[in-house]
Nanobody
Framework: QVELKESGGGSVQTGGSLRLSCEAP????????MGWFRQAQGKEREAVAS???????TYADSVKGRFTIAKDTGDTILYLHMNNLRPDDTATYYC?????????????????????WGKGTLVTVSS
């Protein structure tokens, strides 16, 4: 069982920034497809961004230009840099990992296909 641990959530005002972190084993961060997902209260979990082992990122339209997914040079931490936050970004954010082919899937398919998940970190954006 792969252990993923998110941190960095909190409360910010509209326009603010946060950086989420996900700690994971190096063999996961460096070799698997990894992603950030979020689930707002009363809504389904949705994909936010994913990153291939080689570092190519893919983003949901709602966060393009505002969020950046990245890995540290030691391949032990996955980041999600979030800028210009909006109230509709409020959600619990989850880190996930899975086989590399998951990064090629349509983002709508990803939430039900990833097998390893963290417990989540809450992001609240107030207006």
């Amino acid at each position: 069982q792969v252990e993923l641990k998110e941190s960095g959530g909190g409360s910010v005002q509209t326009g603010g920034s946060l950086r989420l972190s996900c700690e994971a084993p190096a063999f996961v961060v460096g070799r698997w497809c990894m992603g950030w997902f979020r689930q707002a209260q009363g809504k389904e979990r949705e994909a936010v961004a994913s990153i291939e082992p080689g570092g190519v990122g893919t983003y949901a339209d709602s966060v393009k230009g505002r969020f950046t997914i990245a890995k540290d040079t030691g391949d032990t931490i996955l980041y999600l840099h979030m800028n210009n936050l909006r109230p509709d970004d409020t959600a619990t954010y989850y880190c996930a990992a899975g086989p590399t082919f998951l990064c090629a899937l349509d983002m709508s398919e990803q939430p039900r296909r990833f097998g390893a998940w963290g417990k989540g970190t809450l992001v609240t954006v107030s207006s």
